[in-house]
């Protein structure tokens, strides 16, 4: 046995890949997990306390792997820098994060790839996995070089931010995506629907005399995408579905065994277009303010509740199998404005975890779920099965945290440079406590 790195001991761990849900301890060696045994199997390795991490009371997970985040560098790093942002990512239990390619440049080049994987690789607290440009410049006319930036490392492609809205190139993505392995992720948003839209359609936008975006503007695209990755057998991820109907056409279309999975956003599952108006809400029980909250701005939007507990039935019917941060950081200026000039997104990956122990408490969401849908599942969509998993043998990428611990968000706090969060200040469970990143601990609660 090479020489031991670190020993856990004294937690629940869960790893859905293994089917494992019980007290078990870990010993990890040279960056790789050396093995996992039962409770106290390893108490007679002679250790210095250093080398030991007891996780009573925690729960340790495979780390958790986010498919779907802006980290902003190069061209907005007043916003984020890949360095900031890989730091945010590990307080919140992430061990690998996706980044969109919507940076200027726009990230649509082999050089623009290597570009974010160096940069990772010297300033990065942990792994960060490109996702490449559709189109060149993703200004939606003109594929790019899909194969070259397949094998500089993309491990998906998606023009976020903006949905590609010309069928034909659509077509033409997803009949090469098939060639390739991987996915095309796609905004689901026909634009020429809502134009100007800044929050859902439904009472909440009628009351505030803001322009609704109404739920058929993400499920025309998404059926638009369904019939094409079916014409073409491509495969389609469709990026942070929000509504009931979009959850019902991946149903029927994964029936009917077309090559499409989905993921949804911590927010989308918890958070509804109550909170636009800065009422009170259950997780929320003060009245912030009458005014609207332009941190709740997001794209797509806050939902209905209705919407929202669909979203919490399909990720639990596994019919949607992935939750992405869809971490979208922005300077405090872009926030400071009225509703309507304010940008979209929040700050997600420092409260991530919270937001799914909440949904835990209210849904009854197992963690076994949870996990799968931060670990497995989009290891599995990426083509990356080596990670997110704690087999013998992988690399050490672990979570440890502690669900019962309570604490008040404070945006002000965060390690990444976006403090736009709707859920600053309120008060949540469930916090990290450990990030192990290929053996080491890169976070540290
Ligand atoms: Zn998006």
């Known amino acids: 046995m090479s020489k031991i790195q670190l020993l856990i001991s004294g937690g629940w761990v869960i790893d859905p890949i293994q089917k494992i849900n019980e007290?078990?301890?870990?010993?990890?060696?040279?960056?790789?997990?050396?093995?996992?045994?039962?409770?106290?199997?390893?108490?007679?390795?002679?250790?210095?306390?250093?080398?030991?991490?007891?996780?009573?009371?925690?729960?340790?997970?495979?780390?958790?792997?986010?498919?779907?985040?802006?980290?902003?560098?190069?061209?907005?790093?007043?916003?984020?820098?890949?360095?900031?942002?890989t730091q945010a990512a590990a307080a919140g239990g992430f061990t690998t994060v996706c980044a969109m390619p919507n940076t200027d440049p726009a990230m649509d080049s082999v050089a623009s790839v290597k570009f974010l994987?160096?940069?990772?690789?010297?300033?990065?607290?942990?792994?960060?996995?490109?996702?490449?440009?559709?189109?060149?410049?993703?200004?939606?006319l003109e594929l790019t070089d899909m194969s070259e930036?397949?094998?500089?490392?993309?491990?998906?492609?998606?023009?976020?931010?903006?949905?590609?809205?010309?069928?034909?190139?659509?077509?033409?993505?997803?009949?090469?995506?098939?060639?390739?392995?991987?996915?095309?992720?796609?905004?689901?948003?026909?634009?020429?629907?809502?134009?100007?839209?800044?929050?859902?359609?439904?009472?909440?936008?009628?009351?505030?005399?803001?322009?609704?975006?109404p739920s058929a503007a993400e499920e025309a695209m998404v059926s638009r995408d369904i019939a094409l990755a079916e014409l073409t057998r491509g495969i389609l991820h469709l990026a942070h579905v929000s509504t009931e109907r979009s959850v019902d056409l991946v149903r029927a279309a994964k029936q009917r065994g077309v090559n499409v999975t989905a993921e949804v956003t911590p927010h989308h599952l918890v958070l509804t277009d109550d909170w636009v108006t800065g009422e009170a809400t259950e997780l929320r029980p003060h009245v912030i303010s009458y005014e609207y909250d332009t941190n709740t701005k997001v794209s797509p939007p806050l939902r209905s509740g209705k919407d929202?507990?669909?979203?919490?039935?399909?990720?639990?019917?596994?019919?949607?199998?992935?939750?992405?941060?869809?971490?979208a950081p922005h300077a405090t200026v872009d926030k400071l404005c009225s509703y309507d000039d304010a940008a979209f997104g929040i700050s997600g990956l420092e409260t991530a975890l919270s937001m799914l122990v909440y949904l835990h408490d209210r849904s009854g969401v197992s963690f076994e779920t949870i996990i799968r849908s931060l670990t497995e599942a989009p290891a599995k969509i990426i083509g990356r099965e080596?990670?997110?998993?704690?087999?013998?043998?992988?690399?050490?990428?672990?979570?440890?945290f502690n669900p019962n611990l309570q604490w008040k968000v404070d945006s002000?706090?965060?390690?990444?440079?976006?403090?736009?969060?709707?859920?600053?200040?309120?008060?949540?469970?469930?916090?990290v406590l450990k990030t192990i990143y290929s053996g080491n601990v890169v976070f540290s609660l």
Do not use: W
């Open 412 to 431: 002000k706090q965060f390690l990444s440079k976006g403090k736009n969060s709707p859920l600053d200040g309120v008060e949540v469970r469930g916090r």
């Open 308 to 327: 929202v507990q669909c979203l919490q039935q399909a990720l639990d019917s596994r019919v949607v199998e992935v939750i992405a941060t869809d971490h």
């Open 386 to 400: 080596d990670l997110g998993s704690l087999r013998e043998g992988t690399q050490a990428d672990i979570t440890i």
């Open 23 to 85: 007290p078990r301890d870990l010993l990890i060696t040279g960056g790789l997990i050396e093995a996992i045994g039962n409770p106290g199997e390893f108490d007679s390795i002679d250790l210095p306390d250093e080398l030991r991490i007891d996780a009573n009371g925690a729960i340790v997970s495979p780390g958790f792997l986010d498919m779907h985040c802006h980290l902003r560098e190069p061209g907005f790093e007043h916003k984020e820098t890949i360095e900031s942002g």
């Open 117 to 140: 994987v160096e940069k990772a690789r010297v300033v990065g607290q942990i792994r960060v996995l490109p996702i490449a440009a559709i189109t060149r410049g993703r200004a939606g």
């Open 149 to 213: 930036l397949a094998e500089a490392g993309a491990v998906g492609f998606s023009d976020d931010g903006d949905p590609v809205s010309d069928g034909y190139v659509m077509r033409h993505a997803l009949a090469y995506s098939s060639l390739l392995g991987l996915p095309i992720i796609n905004h689901s948003e026909d634009r020429t629907i809502a134009p100007g839209g800044v929050m859902n359609y439904g009472f909440s936008s009628e009351r505030l005399g803001l322009v609704g975006i």
